[in-house]
């Protein structure tokens, strides 16, 4: 069954494209990917993301439970704020990259992707239910992903638009900060957060969803309609835009963010002790603490010792020509791997991408080609993000 959003009704009455994605029905676009991804880029765009899945965790073993089922150290941050962390199989391989909000009084709140929510819920309450065959364990999960309505706020004009709505300066905040928030009498959780490589916020209001899978908890979404409006509104001034997955898909791409499904992934592989993708293979080791003990450690372990085999690289086109998913990169002559994820560049004007391939070639400064339509094009491997960041993302200098 197609999934829908809080505010899909206003989606469809206002953008020109819908359509599923990760099972959901979604905004794709409202008048051009090109025009909303710019907005971002020059001054500030709203996306609605409430597709993406919550999961709340709430006792007195949340945090070790937590420690164990996450790479990260999610004891670090004090409430309100998150932890970017990886929850991976047995054999090492990413089900999911996460962002786990500590938020006081053991309660934990989990925002993880679209298409990996339901079966990380069911990850963890089995993993609880095999626990508590042997120990009673102080711990509820609560699925809440239909219940929360999540919207983006990015781009150099975001902080103007959180002065005007909310009264604070997201740029006092460190990344992942939240604060509770009112606006016009409904309280949210608001975090410095994105996914764009743009300075912005992202809010999480729970209300009711017209659509959402339990009937008896149905209900008009006047809380989320309201707040979106609002934004929207105060935002005209600084040429805010609402923007589809589409910008949000070539934004993340720009700054060199990869996607769950494309970059990171399990493909579950039960006849090997090492699974596909790792964080070692998809560049996300930043994100594991080795000092403690958790899931799928002891794969990576063996992986650091053995050589990952292939890793990512990111990439940018010197001839004419756009990759795509699944196109066959080569060097030297002969295949050395292929494109995961690869777009026109809305703000360069050229084809970028990201792409799995040996490891020996998994750096910056290297020449390879790339086939498209079955030809060999040339491109040039670099280091993320595709943008000069001075002039464009989170560090811009002003």
Not at 101 to 107: I, L, S, T, V
Not at 218 to 235: F, Q
Not at 360 to 382: D, Q, S
Request: hydrophobic share 40%.
């Amino acid at each position: 069954m197609v999934k829908r959003v809080h505010l899909f009704d206003w989606h469809r009455e206002h953008a020109k494209k819908v359509e599923e994605f990760a099972g959901w029905e979604m905004p794709i676009w409202y008048s051009s990917i090109k025009e909303e991804h710019l907005a971002v880029r020059n001054a500030v765009g709203i996306f609605d993301t409430s597709h993406m899945g919550e999961i709340l965790f709430r006792g007195k073993d949340a945090l070790k439970f937590l420690q164990y089922v996450t790479t990260n150290d999610v004891s670090k941050p004090p409430a309100i704020s998150g932890t970017y962390t990886l929850v991976l199989n047995e054999r090492g391989a990413i089900k999911d990259e996460t962002l786990i909000f500590n938020m006081g009084n053991d309660e934990y709140l989990m925002i993880c992707d679209s298409d990996a929510f339901e079966k990380l819920y069911a990850w963890f309450t089995y993993l609880k239910g095999t626990v508590e065959q042997f120990s009673k364990l102080d711990l509820e999960i609560e699925l809440k992903t239909y219940d929360i309505a999540m919207f983006a706020v990015q781009g150099p004009k975001a902080r103007d638009l959180a002065k005007d709505l909310f009264g604070i300066d997201i740029n006092e905040m460190w990344w992942f900060q939240a604060r509770w928030v009112e606006l016009d009498g409904i309280k949210m959780l608001l975090s410095r957060s994105g996914y764009t490589g743009e300075n912005g916020f992202e809010v999480y209001i729970e209300d009711a969803n017209p659509y959402h899978p339990d009937e008896s908890k149905r209900g008009k979404p006047e809380k989320a309609l309201h707040v979106w409006e609002r934004i929207l509104e105060a935002g005209e001034k600084y040429g805010i835009r609402p923007a589809g997955l589409g910008a949000r898909d070539t934004l993340r791409l720009e700054a060199g963010y990869t996607l769950y499904g494309n970059e990171t992934k399990e493909l579950q592989l039960l006849s090997t002790d090492i699974d596909e993708v790792t964080p070692l293979q998809a560049n996300l080791d930043f994100a594991i603490f080795w000092d403690k003990e958790f899931i799928g450690k002891d794969a990576l372990l063996k992986q650091r010792e053995r050589g990952l085999g292939r890793k990512l690289v990111h990439f940018k086109m010197t001839d004419r020509g756009i990759p795509r998913e699944g196109y066959k990169v080569y060097a030297d002559g002969e295949v050395i791997g292929e494109v995961t994820s690869g777009t026109s560049s809305p703000l360069l004007g050229i084809g970028i991408g990201i792409a799995f391939v040996k490891e020996e070639y998994a750096k910056p400064g290297l020449e390879i080609e790339v086939e498209i339509r079955g030809k060999p094009k040339k491109a040039v491997t670099v280091a993320p993000p595709f943008y000069d960041p001075k002039k464009y993302g989170l560090f811009r200098e002003e």
